[in-house]
């Protein structure tokens, strides 16, 4: 039996952006008794590493072909696995796993086909899904093929680009300074001064919801020349320290006086979270928005004021500064209007 494995290359050209050479490996099995290949991604070096390590086992007879587990087991595996870096992307993954079970039911990993995952791109589409939530679900089964790929439970990944949507560039929910005040307002009037803290803390931190809620208060400083928060369970898995302006030290000594047994200044409020946030922008009369809003009013106003992009990624949380420019650096027509004006006194000077 040939023990030689081969390393292929192929170019393709996507639809959006530069030809890309992908590498590709291909043996002869020797308990199927066939030719097979497996896509092992753009890295040449990784490639010829997986082949020598594929040599190796073809040789001293330790190969081995897809292993045999089942379709929840392998879900199990790999939420548990996600969950023990950060429970959001575990709870996110296991949502669209299990949302693509039951509609296709796949005995196990190796089962699952491209037509199955076009199918459910298919089902998502009827469903008038958002382009953007069809991108995420395929997101994280492309990521959980890739996993199994790794282990040994799957050849290929069924999951191809191409298959993700299309996503148009949509100016972010932005508070002007007239609805914060709105808002303010109606979350004190509704429900207490601990609301009104929470939207103070929100636009002077950046802090993700998940974030504000999980804050202790041995992680905030209030007093001394430095006052600051100390994120830790971020998306991003890193921990995060945000000075804060004098505002929103004022609410959270406040908030601190008014809640002195609880573990933190917002711990408790996400059980009633969503069912209060709409009743509070009922009460506001602004426009809809989410606690996600604030943060993105927060950053886009870091931007507008100068401040540095990389100071403002530090600042924001972002693992990567492209997300920074892609989903918060927003240019609006008031921008560009300031802009023509500020070359209009440039020359005029």
Known sequence: ????????????????????????????????????????????????AQAAKLEGELSDGSYTSVKRITWSAFVDDHVAKLRARGKRNGDSANCALVQFGKMFNPSRP??????MIEAFVTRMEEDEAAPATVNQKLTYLQGAFMKAIKRGY?????????????VEDT?????????????LDAAEELFGYRWRAFVVVALGTGGRRSE??????DRIRLDGNEPQVHFTDTKSHRDRI???????????????????QAVGPFVGMDKPMQRRWDKLIDTAGVARFTPHDLRRTYVTRLIRANVSLPTVQKLAGHADIKTTLRFYNWVSMDDMRAGVARIRRAVAG
Request: charged share 30%; hydrophobic share 35%; aromatic share 6%.
């Open 1 to 48: 039996m040939e023990t030689r494995v081969w390393i292929r290359k192929r170019r393709c050209q996507p639809r959006h952006g530069r030809a890309v050479t992908t590498y590709h490996l291909r043996w002869q099995c020797p308990t199927e008794r066939r030719w097979k290949s497996r896509k092992v991604g753009t890295d040449g070096k990784r490639a010829q």
């Open 242 to 260: 945000v000075p804060i302006n004098p505002d929103v030290v004022d609410a959270l000594r406040r908030v601190r006086v008014q809640t002195m």
């Open 171 to 183: 100016p972010p929910r932005i508070l002007t300074d007239d609805e914060e005040t709105a808002v």
């Open 154 to 166: 799957a050849a290929k990944n069924p999951v191809d680009r191409a298959l993700f949507k299309s």
């Open 212 to 217: 504000l809620l999980g804050l202790t208060w």
């Open 110 to 115: 190796s089962s699952v086909t491209y037509s």
